[in-house]
């Protein structure tokens, strides 16, 4: 990588100075955790008993219910996975998107667990992946 290219790099990833110091290959490190999050990880972190509803090697889907609402996570084994699903999901429901994990509820359910799982909210037409902050 050109010294301009990872100058573009690390402007455009501000706060993530470690791995601008270290190079490209550590910016997309920085950006994901080591490993990703289970359903009952995801559910925990929310304070709800995870219902499973899919349990494939592929994906894993629960129903959770806490104070905050009613939802879905689910939990993809690769980001191929995911995507393809993203691709189907119903494009009338909101969804958080994280590593390897997608919550799906109403807006105002996400929004309350964005503050507890972080992600990004991904509105209406996943293809654009139009993303509130």
């Not at 290959?25 to 499973?52: D, F, M, N, Y």
Request: net charge positive; charged share 20%; proline share 4%.
């Amino acid at each position: 990588m050109t010294t301009f290219r990872r100058l573009v790099v690390c402007v455009m990833a501000v706060g993530l100075s470690a791995a601008c110091s270290s190079g490209g290959a550590r910016l997309a490190a920085a950006q994901k955790p080591a490993k990703p999050l289970s359903v009952e990880q995801l559910a925990a972190k929310v304070g709800c008993t995870p219902r499973i509803q899919v349990n494939a090697t592929d994906m894993r889907q629960a129903y959770c219910k806490t104070v905050d609402g009613e939802f879905f996570l689910t939990t993809f084994s690769t980001q191929a996975g995911k995507d393809a699903w993203m691709d189907t999901a119903p494009e009338y429901n909101p969804h958080l998107v994280g590593y390897l994990w997608t919550a799906l509820s109403s807006r105002q359910v996400l929004e309350l667990l964005k503050e507890r799982l972080g992600g990004d909210l991904h509105l209406k037409d996943h293809r654009t992946m139009k993303t509130i902050n």
